[in-house]
Nanobody
Framework: QVHLVESGGGSVQAGGSMRLSCAASGDITSIIGMSWYRQAPGKERELVATLLHYGGSKQLESTRGRFSIRGESGKRTIYLQMNNLKPEHTGIYYC??????WGQGTQVTVSE
């Protein structure tokens, strides 16, 4: 079993920045493959970014240059740095770990 706890959400004005954190505990040996998903109001959950080997990432095209994912293996934690936020980035952000483990989600609200 893997337990994921997100933090760092909240409200910010457009153009602002926010960093989300996801700390993993339990039966997890690697943070590779851990991801961030977003569920915007009235929409389906979508993949935002996945942490790959050697600092690489797979990322939603619309977030390139604005969002970045990174991880700290020793802390079993991944982060999502979000810059120049827009109202359309509003949603609940979920952390995901391989094996179909999900965090409880953290709300991000971007206002005009």
């Amino acid at each position: 079993q893997v337990h994921l706890v997100e933090s760092g959400g909240g409200s910010v004005q457009a153009g602002g920045s926010m960093r989300l954190s996801c700390a993993a505990s339990g039966d997890i040996t690697s943070i590779i493959g851990m991801s961030w998903y977003r569920q915007a109001p009235g929409k389906e959950r979508e993949l935002v970014a996945t942490l790959l080997h050697y600092g690489g990432s797979k990322q939603l095209e619309s977030t390139r240059g604005r969002f970045s994912i990174r991880g700290e293996s020793g802390k079993r934690t991944i982060y999502l740095q979000m810059n120049n936020l827009k109202p359309e980035h509003t949603g609940i952000y979920y952390c995901f770990a391989p094996g179909q483990f999900w965090g409880q989600g953290t709300q991000v609200t971007v206002s005009e």
